[in-house]
């Protein structure tokens, strides 16, 4: 299996963003849909058309 190609902090903000995040929200808030979203799931979400 190949390594996740790595994803950089504009592309993980730009995702983030269309998942409700901004940098206006509470730190909690923020922190849940970040560590939801890490890279590997972002990248499988892309993979399949998010």
Do not use: Y
């Not at 808030?29 to 890490?38: A, H, K, S």
């Amino acid at each position: 299996m190949s390594e996740p190609r790595r994803i950089t902090q504009q592309h993980r903000e730009d995702f983030w963003r269309s998942c409700g995040w901004s940098p206006d929200l509470p730190a909690a808030e923020r922190r849940t849909i970040e560590e939801l979203w890490d890279d590997n799931s972002i990248d499988l979400a892309e993979v399949f058309g998010w």
